[in-house]
């Protein structure tokens, strides 16, 4: 009988005795808790200042693409223009001849 008094007696003070040791392990505490919100919210600033950099890098490489078309549509149209001309050109002295 003493032996089994003993026993729950012992079980119920280790119990108690490793509910206080690891009872509040996992709380942070706020200093550890404000750091990982810092590191947090700078690789979220990182992040975005690179996705920014990317989009204008991308926005600056479609308005050199989009200026290189305009000078080879505007060149295109000169030369267009300029044969036109000639055409224009040829075209009155054969009327002039036929007169």
Known sequence: MKKSWLFKLGASAL?????AACGDTEEETPEEEQQQQEEQQQDEEQMEE???KDEMEND???NEEENQNEEENMEKEDENMQQGDKEGETNNTDED???
């Open 15 to 19: 119990a108690l005795s490793l509910m």
């Open 97 to 99: 001849m036929n007169e």
């Open 60 to 62: 600056e490489d479609m």
């Open 50 to 52: 690179e996705k920014n």
